[in-house]
């Protein structure tokens, strides 16, 4: 898989600890996360955690800890569950390079 740019900030955020979507979303709209002043929308960072879970690069739980089996049918599982990236993730994240263009 080839990662955009908000998939591997996505997959950085979670890469020392599990993050939800709200925490992921204000880690890439930091200064920091953002390319060229503009931080990705909400919707964008909700696709690329949908695509890198169905890709194995994240792992899903909820709250009370129960893993998330993927792919999850329903997509309510972005909005509650907390993520941490895979070891297939971490190979992607580490091969990729975090510069990419700002149309991505």
Known sequence: ???SRI????LNATADDWENLEQIYLLLTQPMGQVNG???SLNEI????CALT????????LENGRMLPMPCQDLHYVWQAWFRMT???RSAWNAASP??????
């Open 7 to 10: 998939e591997w900030e996505v």
């Open 87 to 89: 070891a297939q993730g």
């Open 1 to 3: 898989m080839v990662l």
């Open 54 to 61: 169905n890709a194995g690069l994240l792992e899903a739980r």
């Open 38 to 40: 503009v931080g990705p």
């Open 99 to 104: 510069v990419a263009s700002a149309s991505d």
């Open 46 to 49: 909700a696709d690329a955690i």
